[in-house]
């Protein structure tokens, strides 16, 4: 391996001195919030954690708007769910968020809340794309923009869902073609980044001529998020999705990170999301990250679980193919803490060319990177942050935050009518991260006793 040749940046004189202290995620850093944000988020992280009601979401939501009207239904959601895990629907109620997020050592990881859904309607025309184009040009400006408010310095991450500017039947098109043996150079991140910078009409000869076009505009696109980005100090933080679009987005990430991941550009300024939950993701990522150092390009990584299992598993056992996704929650497990413990080598030797966020709401794999941090010699506020949730895993992200860790909240904003269906699609994918809160409402229940009960009661804020 390419490690073993390579000066270590971060670990020349082994750990700091003194022994490593784990953090304490024992609800402790919930005296920083007020009792009405603690009562709220026990009601709804309870609430979503019932299985019919995540389920069946999208129906019981316009069945309320039908019987109570959008008005008095958006009365109901807005204090409630909304509340919880969205940031407002103006700027000036996300920079609100931010600003009280900052307070707390926490920073935003901004997400406009559109896709395209692999099973949905094709979107007809560019317009539908060209649309959220502009959306995510307006979020990487609010992102910016979030700078100028008081709080951690840091680098300003959001996310970016390639599936709001491309569509799912392109990604699948372009799967089927990157999974075959001897797949064509005509599809190769060289020259789909010489297209983008050179704006190049672009032919491929297994695409019709209308997906040859999409895909020549899906690249503008991409470019031009991208360089924006650059220029506004904004790095873009690539979701995964579904196996069946998943090697279609890893080539387009590729071909970006050609063009801005290259060391004299301050890089990563793409990052790319790997799922431990699936088989291959180990490999993947080991042969991504040492072609990345090869080529010396940066490399940036957002490790998380997976949130799509059920739907990868009744997908394979329909079409008759091979489960992709580890056998159970420990193999899981097993995948994240190699992966983690990957990067964090991969990060100990090329320092800031090599960024990783370990996006988890588990305790022991956070325990574990801190941990292994500590050992490594990686400072805590150096190229490695953390991630969960807006509205949840606030016992671990506050603990991080209070510690000097940096860690960033994924903040989606918009209007009751853009975000709630959103909102429960993400709750129908992590419907085991909802019903594996429980610690979290015991730790808010015993925060809530203690104060209710007199001892350190405070006025909610």
């Known amino acids: 391996m390419m490690l073993r040749t390579c000066p270590v940046l971060y670990s020349k004189a082994g750990p700091p001195t003194g022994g490593w202290q784990p953090l304490s995620f024992d609800g402790g850093a919930f005296h920083l919030k007020g009792t009405g944000e ?5 009601l709804v992280l309870r609430l979503c954690a019932w299985p019919p009601l995540v389920t069946h979401g999208l129906a019981i939501q316009a069945w309320f708007q039908r019987l109570l009207g959008s008005r008095f239904s958006g009365a109901l959601l807005r204090p409630s769910i909304y509340g919880q895990f969205v940031a407002g629907e103006t700027a000036e109620e996300v920079r609100g968020c931010v600003q009280q997020l900052q307070t707390l050592s926490l ?12 099973d949905s309607a094709v979107k007809t025309g560019e317009a539908w794309y ?11 400006d609010l992102s910016r923009s979030l700078l100028e408010t008081p709080g951690p310095n840091g680098n300003i991450l959001m996310q970016l869902k390639v599936t709001a500017l491309t569509s799912t039947r392109l990604c699948k098109e372009l799967t089927s073609w990157v999974r075959r043996p001897g797949a064509s150079l005509e599809l190769s991140p060289e020259r789909l980044a010489e297209a983008m910078d050179s704006g190049q009409d672009l032919q491929v000869s297994c695409l ?32 995964a999705e579904y196996t069946s679009l998943n090697p279609a987005l890893s080539l387009l990430v590729a071909a970006l990170a050609l063009r801005w991941n290259r060391s004299r550009e301050g890089g990563p300024w793409v990052w790319n999301t790997y799922q431990a939950y699936l088989k291959d993701t180990y490999e993947r990522l080991r042969r991504d990250a040492e072609a990345a150092d090869r080529a010396g ?17 009744d997908m394979a056992q329909l079409q008759g193919t091979k489960d992709p996704t580890q056998p159970d929650y420990e193999a899981t497990s097993q995948s994240y803490r190699r992966c983690l413990e990957l990067m964090l ?12 966020m370990v996006a988890s709401h588990n305790e022991e794999s956070v325990h574990q990177a801190t941990k292994r941090m500590w050992e490594l010699g ?3 506020d150096g190229p490695v942050c953390f991630g969960q949730l807006l509205g949840m895993c606030d016992h671990v ?23 709630i269906p959103y909102l429960i699609r993400r709750a129908q994918e992590n419907q085991s991260v909802l019903r594996g809160a429980r610690r979290e409402w015991e730790l808010l229940s015993q925060e809530l006793r203690r104060r209710l009960l007199g001892r350190g009661l405070r006025v909610p804020s």
């Open 130 to 140: 060209e649309e959220n184009l502009s959306a995510m040009l307006r979020c990487v």
């Open 38 to 42: 603690l009562m709220r988020a026990l």
């Open 378 to 380: 990686i400072p805590p």
């Open 107 to 118: 920073r935003p990881l901004l997400a406009v809340p559109t896709e395209e859904e692999p």
């Open 345 to 356: 080598t991969h990060v100990s030797h090329r320092g800031p060319m090599c960024n990783l």
């Open 397 to 419: 992200s506050l603990a991080l935050g209070q510690a000097g860790y940096a860690v960033y909240k994924s903040i989606p904003y918009g209007s009751l009518e853009e975000v």
């Open 297 to 313: 390009l940066s490399f940036g990584v957002k490790l998380v679980r997976g949130a799509y299992l059920d739907k990868e598993r």
């Open 208 to 239: 019709s001529t209308e997906q040859n076009q999409h895909l020549r505009a899906s690249l503008s696109r991409l470019q031009q998020v991208a360089q924006h980005a650059q220029a506004q100090h904004v790095r873009l933080l690539v979701d």
